[in-house]
């Protein structure tokens, strides 16, 4: 089954839900490797895209409510993650221009697109030990479900546990870009708080194609 505009929505309610329910876990990844702020940055951000989805329009498309989310994340979350999420929806609200519906092959084009966002802003290539590295897996095991005729419920269930996977993989690296990079080689040993945050946004987005 593919998915509509009420995915899109129901993936911003369960972000919020996701980083509200997680803020204290996501601050504690980034005091350990940065200045201790990446949940509260994120939830400030997210609560103000829900406060701001009361205002879509009913006939509103997937491309509008990615493009709530990127305004609002830009303008309310700050740091370095505010400009990389907010052109990761930028990017996946243009992906998904003109689409009422998104089947597979659209959900990967979106996800690429946010990724590529990402690095397009933040210049990090996989391994680098920031959130491209929860990105990236998530659009190469997407790509591959949906090569293999997957469902949209399943390429974003494979796009969720890869990105869980690849958060969890950060753990012993260096970090090479970002505030963690300041800590050269005592980076390593923690996971990062942005991978981490991407994996919870992803598995959002499973569970919504998933009710
Ligand atoms: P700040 O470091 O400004 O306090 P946050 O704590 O909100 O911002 O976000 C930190 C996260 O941002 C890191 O864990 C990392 O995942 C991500 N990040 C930082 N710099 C980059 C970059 N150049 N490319 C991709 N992600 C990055
Ligand atoms: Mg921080
Ligand atoms: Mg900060």
Known sequence: MDVD??????????????????????????????????????????????????????????????????TTLISNVGGAAGPLYGTAFLKASGAAQGLDELGPADVVAILTAARDGIVLRGKAQHGEKTMVDAWTPAVDAAAAAAESGSDVRDVLEAAA????????????????????????????????????????VLRAAAEAAAD
């Not at 505009?5 to 919020?16: E, F, H, I, L, Q």
Request: charged share 25%.
């Open 5 to 70: 505009s009420n995915w899109a929505t129901d993936w911003v309610r369960r972000s919020a839900d996701a980083v509200a329910a997680h803020r204290a876990d996501l601050t504690a990844l980034d005091r350990a490797i940065g200045d201790g702020d990446h949940g509260e940055n994120l939830h400030r951000g997210y609560q103000a895209a829900l406060a701001a989805l009361d205002g879509l329009p009913d006939d509103s498309t997937p491309a509008d409510a990615l493009m709530l989310v990127a």
């Open 161 to 200: 546990s890869a990105a869980e996977q690849g958060a969890a993989d950060t753990e012993p690296l260096v970090a090479r870009k970002g505030r963690a990079s300041y800590l050269g080689e005592r980076s390593a040993g923690h996971r990062d708080p942005g991978a981490e945050s991407s994996a919870l």
